[in-house]
Every structure is written in structure tokens, then in C-alpha cells.
């Protein structure tokens, strides 16, 4: 076997065990991040005492708190959202556990209907990646800031006396003035 052959076996070798190495590692744990709860978990045991046709506005309010938010079209229909979220690479957060509850209410306040949804009830959300035009022209910063330079002119002072109309214009008489 010639000489070199055996000293890229041997590096492959050698590169092969460090991966298996580095990989049986876990992170440090200065580099591990516990996992966060946020918005406002509702407690199952509560979402029990509330009774659809009997329950009120303020029996929500006082046993879940404020809702995270209310359908944007419907004041009576309340949003209790609450996620387990813990940070990955690159400073973004990964989703382990989602948690909704939607309280539905009649128009007289009284709780109808009280729904709860996870993290599989959720719909993939495709983003577009274009862009909204806005009103303007596309100038650069430079022309920009000294776009305006040299585009205006100082203001006339205006004279005390003759009525103040142009020469050659017309009066408040209607008359004209001599040209």
C-alpha cells in the first residue's frame, strides 16, 4: 500500500472518531435553556368550573383573567393563548406545547361555548415573500437629503402702499393698471 494512501485512511479514521465523539456529547449546561412558558396558561381544573349557559363575563374574568385576545370581529368571543417555547440555534424559539382556549359568549354574557385547541389543531401559514409598493419615487438617501437644495426661491416682501396688486394686474375696483 503506498505511503500516502495509508496516511488518508488513517485521517479518515481519526475524522470519523471525533464526529462519533463530539456527537455522544450533550451541550453544556451553561448552553441550555430552560423552557418558558408564555401568554396564559389556563389551569384545566378552572376551565372546569366554567358551565356554558350559566357562567358569566366576569366568572371568566375572575377565574382565567384577562383574555390574550378577542376575535377581531366578535367582542364575545375571548382568546386564551399560552405556548412552552425554549431557544434553538440562531436565537429563534421552537414551540414544544401550545395551548387555546376559545370562550364563545351569547349577547347577553353568558358563556355559550368553550373550546380548546393544541399545537395539532394549528394550520401551516404560507408566507409571501413579495413586496408592498409605496407612494414616492425610489430616490437614493442622497438624493433624498439634498433634493430640495436650490428649489426654492426667498419670498417677495410685499409692499405697505397701492393695494398691494401686481404691476399690471387688476385691482379690487376691477380696474386695470397701466402696462
Known amino acids: 500500500m503506498h505511503p500516502r494512501s495509508v496516511l488518508h485512511q488513517t485521517r479518515r479514521i481519526a475524522t470519523a472518531a471525533l464526529v462519533l ?3 455522544a456529547c450533550s451541550v453544556p ?3 441550555s435553556f430552560d423552557p418558558q412558558t408564555r401568554g396564559n396558561m389556563v389551569d384545566a381544573e378552572q376551565l372546569k368550573e366554567l358551565v356554558p ?3 358569566s363575563r366576569a366568572d371568566v374574568t375572575s377565574l382565567l383573567g384577562s383574555p390574550t385576545a378577542k376575535a377581531t370581529f366578535d367582542d364575545n368571543t375571548w ?3 399560552a405556548e412552552i417555547t425554549r431557544p ?3 436565537g429563534t424559539l421552537e414551540v414544544d406545547h401550545q395551548h387555546v382556549v376559545v370562550v364563545s359568549f351569547n349577547q347577553a354574557g ?3 361555548n368553550i373550546e380548546t385547541k393544541t399545537k395539532a ?3 401551516p401559514v404560507q408566507v409571501v415573500s413579495r ?3 409605496s407612494p414616492g419615487s425610489d430616490a437614493s438617501i442622497l438624493q433624498q437629503l439634498l433634493g430640495n437644495v436650490g428649489k426654492f426661491s426667498p419670498v417677495a416682501p410685499t409692499s405697505s402702499g397701492g393695494g398691494g396688486a401686481p404691476a399690471g394686474g387688476v385691482g379690487s375696483s376691477g380696474a386695470a393698471f397701466g402696462r
Do not use: Q
Request: proline share 4%; aromatic share 8%; hydrophobic share 45%.
Open 21 to 23: 465523539a463530539l456527537g
Open 29 to 31: 449546561e451553561f448552553m
Open 53 to 55: 349557559g350559566t357562567s
Open 79 to 81: 382568546i386564551y393563548i
Open 88 to 90: 434553538v440555534i440562531g
Open 110 to 112: 353568558i358563556v355559550r
Open 121 to 123: 389543531d394549528a394550520k
Open 131 to 133: 413586496t408592498t409598493p
